[in-house]
Each structure stands twice: as C-alpha cells, then as structure tokens.
C-alpha cells in the first residue's frame, strides 16, 4: 500500500511538473501574442489618427477653396448689379425682381441672368434704344436662351452666343435654332411693325426690334419649354446648379466685408511701407551695390587677371 501510494505521489508530482511547463509555455506565448497585438492596437491607432488628421488638412482645403468661391460669387454678383443698374437706368428695379427668380423659372443663377440681360441691355441702349424696351427685350432674350436650350438640349450659354449673334444681324447663328432670317425680312418686318416710312429712315434700333420680332416669331414652339419640362433631370440640374451659385453668393455677401477690409489694411500697409522701402533701396542699396560692382572691377578683376597670367606662366614652364 504504502509504495503504491508513494507511486502515485510520484506520478502526481511529474505531471505537475509538466503543468507548470505547459503553462509558462501558454504564458509566454501569450505575452508574445499580447505584445503583438499591441503593436497592432498602436499601428491602428496612428494609421487613424493619420487619416483623421489627412481629412482635416482635406477639409480645411476644401472650406478654403468654398471661401474663396464665395467671396468671388459675391463680387460678381456685385459688379453685375452696378453694371444693370447703369444700363436700365430707371427700369433696372424691375430687371432686378425678374432675376430674383431666375433659378427656378431660367435655370440660371441670378448673376447669370442679370449679365446676360444687362449684355444685351448694353447692346440695345448703344444702338440708340431707349431703356424701357431695351430692358423687355433684354429680358425676354434671356429667358428665350433657357427655353431654346431646353428645347434643343444645349447649353444656355451656347443658345445666348447665338442669340446675340442673331441681334447684330449674323443670321447663320440662329439657323440651328430654327430660325431663317435675312437682312430682306428684318427691313420688311421693321416696315410692317411701322417703326419707319422707308427702308432708308430705319436706325440700328429699329433693326434690332425688327430681328427680335422675327425671332419671336419663328420660335414659338420653343417657348415655354424650359416651365413645361422643368421636371425632368436636365432641368432639375439646371435649377439645382443656378441654385447653388446663388447660395454660393449669398455666403460671400457675409465675407465681402471681411475680405474688404483686408485687402484694404494690405493696401494701406504698402503705401506707408513702399515709399520709405523705396527710399532705402535707392540710397543704401543700389549705392552698395555700386560699389561692390566697383570693388570686383578694380581689385579682383585685377586679380583675377594676375592669377591666370601666372598659370599661363606656368603652363608654359
């Protein structure tokens, strides 16, 4: 019994032995697998950190970029605005509540209606046209362009190149357009609209009323294309992009006076420095630089003429 029993606590104490090296095996493994995983945990965390700190460099960049776009918009928009103004005169009020609602009803951003009526406003009024009618038709030709362009699928921008085109009496333009226009009609149209007696009495005016009759009237299935079919995704792209720019300007309206006074402060830095620095240059620098100049020619010039009068010498040794 009792070697049996001292058998047994023998077989106990060996495979005991044998647990504890199993486990400081497991434990070292585990340690060597825990610092692996640390390693992994920290690459991830800076690969995350990296990434998050790469898309806010991108998206400063991009607030930047937005910024600026804005503030460029706003100043447009402003210039285009002075710009109707002169050109209507007393009509430029209503010319400016048309284009209040020109991305819905044109497709085209407020700026962009406004600068291609007042284009065509300045057209009208050199010609000799009185504001009144130059701002209808102004207006009219403008929303033609956006229905022309809906009609046919171009862009508004291509159908307002040839409207104006069309307007100083280059008929080709508008042929793709549907319209069939000579210098013969446009006299006898300005004839029959009793805007002169003879052919001799009519004005560049006249003539441009004339053509702006014609093509009314040779693209009436065309107008009102751009209201009927302001459903479909041209269209709705169209009004979202007009959109956009005018929610684009509208943001720079608020950073005008900003970037105002900026460039203003820049300005006025410039010229209190730039007389001053200008001064310095002329009476310090450039006397310096003489006399650098003069000490090179007069001393190392010399030099420098000895030297390879020596190593001609020399050579010649």
């Not at 005991?16 to 434990?27: H, P, R, T, V």
């Not at 171009?154 to 210098?183: C, F, H, I, W, Y």
Request: hydrophobic share 45%.
């Amino acid at each position: 019994m009792g070697n049996k029993l001292a058998d047994v606590i023998a077989f106990i104490k060996a495979d005991n032995s044998e647990l504890k090296s199993d486990m400081a095996e497991a434990e070292n493994t585990i340690q060597s697998s825990g610092g692996r995983f640390g390693s992994v945990l920290q690459g991830v965390g800076m690969a995350v950190g990296m990434g998050v700190a790469g898309m806010a460099v991108d998206a400063t960049g991009k607030i930047q970029a937005f910024t600026g776009e804005a503030i460029a918009s706003a100043s447009d928009l402003n210039e285009t605005v002075s710009k109707s103004s002169v050109v209507f005169g007393d009509n430029s009020a209503a010319v400016m509540a048309w284009a209040q609602t020109s991305a819905t009803a044109l497709g085209q951003s407020k700026q962009g209606a406004l600068d291609a009526a007042s284009g065509f406003g300045n057209l009208f009024v050199s010609m000799g046209m009185s504001t009144g009618p130059a701002s209808d038709m102004s207006m009219g030709l403008t929303q033609l362009a956006s229905d022309l362009a809906s009609f046919n699928n171009l862009d508004p921008t291509v159908a307002l190149e040839k409207l104006r085109a069309g307007m100083l009496g280059q008929s080709e333009p508008l042929q793709s357009l549907g319209v069939n226009m000579t210098a013969a009609s446009v006299t006898a149209k300005a004839l029959e609209m009793g805007l002169a007696a003879t052919a001799d009495a009519l004005t560049p005016a006249m003539l441009a009323q004339a053509r702006y009759a014609i093509i009314l009237d040779q693209t009436k299935t065309a107008q009102g294309d751009f209201a009927r079919t302001s459903d479909g995704l041209a269209n709705q792209q169209r009004i979202a992009d007009a959109q956009w720019k005018d929610m684009t300007a509208t943001i720079g309206q608020a950073l005008l006076p900003v970037q105002l006074a900026l460039i203003q402060s820049t300005n006025q830095f410039v010229q209190r420095v730039l007389p001053p620095l200008s001064e310095f240059i002329t009476t310090r620098v450039v006397p310096a630089m003489e006399a650098i100049g003069n000490v090179i020619q007069t001393v190392v010039g010399p030099m420098i003429d000895a030297a390879m009068g020596w190593f001609t010498s020399l050579g010649d040794t």
